[in-house]
């Protein structure tokens, strides 16, 4: 057989073997390109998403509403950075508040706030763990969700979470339920005290109470008032210092070495109300501060609003969701009709 004819099939073989490999490499050559274009789009909205919060129309309510949207249409291009900036910004925006804030108020709020918190901390949790074992819900999620709604949301959680060992599934369940009633409650806190004509005091101490997160809070009582946003951070700042002792009983129980964390933030919160109250020559510089803060609030709130993906909701399930809405809605009207028959009040 001559050379060329020897050769042929060989050619017609590998032009065989050749076509399969270059329609794969054409193929995923097109699925790197749809990825980087959805990358690109969803860099483009996170952008136009930030810098809505820089203008004057942005509200807390409209910034969680605009994190949700994009949360809902797009991929999160920055979700670990974002998760780690969110808490900085909220504990910096906690401190910038700060500094608008008189001292003489918020030690009136925070001496009362610590006693009403003390008694509702000690009813959330034994409500959720009872509805936890009555819904079946497993016990660390169970326990999350309750020292969640207990306390101050996400942050307990946290804290918690590595004390009792909950993996990485149990930390996002927990951490989903939360932020979605967050969600829920920062949208109709405000409208609701308006349709039951609460007073500035009574908002802020229902929102205190009642209200996850400290975000959340913040952002509900920012929108009610002044008034409001003093004694709503106050008095949640006030429950969220109850971390330490949870912590420490959960460590004790369970047998955990785990670094306590301990929410410094507070005492810088209460020097900046000191720095308002007592230091007037620094009124120009407070005034940028408490601005700031407001600002670092309404940023905070678009990132958290953005991380709830409709990948992260279905994780939730339906039964640690349910027993996150009904430990919030017994702990909401039961702080309510307190404030209202004027059994606890600022």
Same mark, same amino acid.
Request: proline letters at 15%.
């Given at each position: 057989m001559s050379p060329l004819l020897g050769n042929g099939p060989i050619l017609i073989w590998s032009d065989v073997r050749l076509r399969p490999r270059a329609a794969t490499t054409y193929n995923g050559r097109r699925q790197n390109n749809r990825a980087s274009l959805q990358l690109?789009? #969803?860099r483009i909205l996170f952008a136009l998403g930030l810098f809505f919060c820089l203008t004057p129309w942005a509200t807390p309510p409209l910034a969680l509403l605009a994190g949700l949207a994009f949360g809902a249409i797009s991929t999160h291009p920055y979700? /670990?950075? #974002?998760?780690?900036l969110s808490k900085v910004l909220l504990q910096s925006a906690v401190v910038g508040l700060g500094f608008g804030m008189n001292l003489q108020e918020v030690v009136r709020a925070g001496r009362s706030g610590f006693v009403y918190t003390a008694l509702g901390i000690g009813f959330a949790l034994i409500v959720g763990t009872l509805l936890g074992k009555l819904l079946a819900v497993q016990p660390r999620p169970a326990f999350l969700i309750s020292t969640g709604t207990a306390i101050c949301g996400g942050s307990a959680i946290a804290a918690v979470g590595p004390i009792t060992g909950a993996t990485e599934d149990e930390m996002s369940v927990s951490l989903g339920t939360i932020f979605m009633l967050n969600s829920v409650a920062l949208l109709?806190?405000?409208t609701i005290g308006l349709m039951l004509k609460l007073s500035q005091n009574q908002f802020g101490l229902w929102a205190a109470l /009642?209200?996850?997160d400290t975000s959340s809070v913040v952002g509900a009582s920012a929108k009610y008032g002044a008034v409001a946003l003093a004694v709503g951070t106050t008095v949640k700042l006030a429950r969220a210092l109850w971390i330490v002792p949870l912590s420490i009983g959960t460590a004790a129980v369970k047998g955990s070495k785990t670094r306590i964390q301990w929410p410094w933030f507070i005492l810088f919160f209460c020097l900046a109300a000191v720095a308002n109250t007592y230091f007037h020559p620094g009124a120009a510089a407070y005034h940028f501060l408490?601005? /700031?803060?407001k600002l670092m609030l309404v940023i905070t709130l678009f990132l958290i609003g953005a991380s709830? #993906?409709?990948v992260a909701l279905r994780k939730v399930?339906?039964?640690?969701l349910l027993q996150g809405i009904l430990l919030w809605v017994v702990v909401a009207l039961a702080s309510l009709l307190a404030i209202r028959a004027g059994w606890i009040g600022i």
């Open positions: 690109m789009n #969803s979700k /670990a950075e #974002s998760q780690k109709t806190f405000p /009642a209200i996850h408490s601005n /700031a803060g709830l #993906s409709p399930g339906p039964r640690p």
